[in-house]
């Protein structure tokens, strides 16, 4: 990734995860490797494969890491493709976290869905909370989220396709079809995610 990153300047945001049930050293210490030493932008996590909900004090060490390198961090919310337990990626499991972190920004990936109604109501209440759309077909989005994304949840919401999965061109194209109005476009489209990973 990191040479992948270093060969396109300007085209491509390092990100990398980590399991702190592994390690919580380990996986702080490879948040800082990957910011410090590599120019990564994110940090990443997802719950089911760690075994544990996002507010789980395992993850708090790497929180406050991911704060003090100002990076940050995404938590994959809603029903897993693998058959790991689907309980620790409830969105909700982010309401602690966000109360406990204020200045930590949380990306949402994958939608959240079957708790999409979650993802939205936690959007609306922490500033530094967002969503990214991987993992799902622009024309399979839960109506309320695109209906927030036009709407309220300007600014919060970010496009993505988890390529290879989905390609490129299918999901812009299913995207632009969403009928977003320019301002909310805009900001699903780039804005957001420039100032999420300070791009």
């Known amino acids: 990734m990191a040479e992948i990153v270093e060969e396109h300047p300007g085209r491509f945001v390092g990100a990398g995860g980590v399991n702190p049930a592994e390690s919580v050293t380990g996986a702080t210490r490879m948040a800082r490797r990957m910011v410090e030493e590599l120019g990564f932008r994110a940090v990443k996590v997802m719950p089911s494969m760690v075994g544990a909900p996002p507010d789980d004090r395992m993850y708090y060490p ?59 109501g936690l959007l609306l209440k922490y500033e530094h909370l967002y969503l990214m759309t991987s993992a799902w077909a622009p024309r399979h989005y839960p109506a309320e989220v695109v209906h927030h994304a036009a709407t309220r949840g300007v600014g919060k919401i970010m496009f993505a396709t988890d390529y290879p ?35």
């Open 165 to 199: 999965l989905l390609s490129f061109e299918r999901c812009v194209r299913e995207a632009l079809d969403l009928g977003l109005p320019p301002h909310a476009a805009e900001a699903f489209f780039h804005t957001t995610a420039e100032e999420v990973f300070q791009w």
């Open 62 to 120: 790497l929180y406050a890491k991911c704060c003090e390198l100002d990076v940050p961090i995404t938590v994959n919310v809603g029903l897993p493709g693998p058959r790991t337990p689907a309980d620790p990626q409830r969105p909700l499991h982010l309401d602690e976290v966000c109360r406990t972190f204020p200045d930590l920004k949380v990306v949402m990936t994958h939608l959240g869905w079957p708790w999409h109604l979650e993802v939205i």
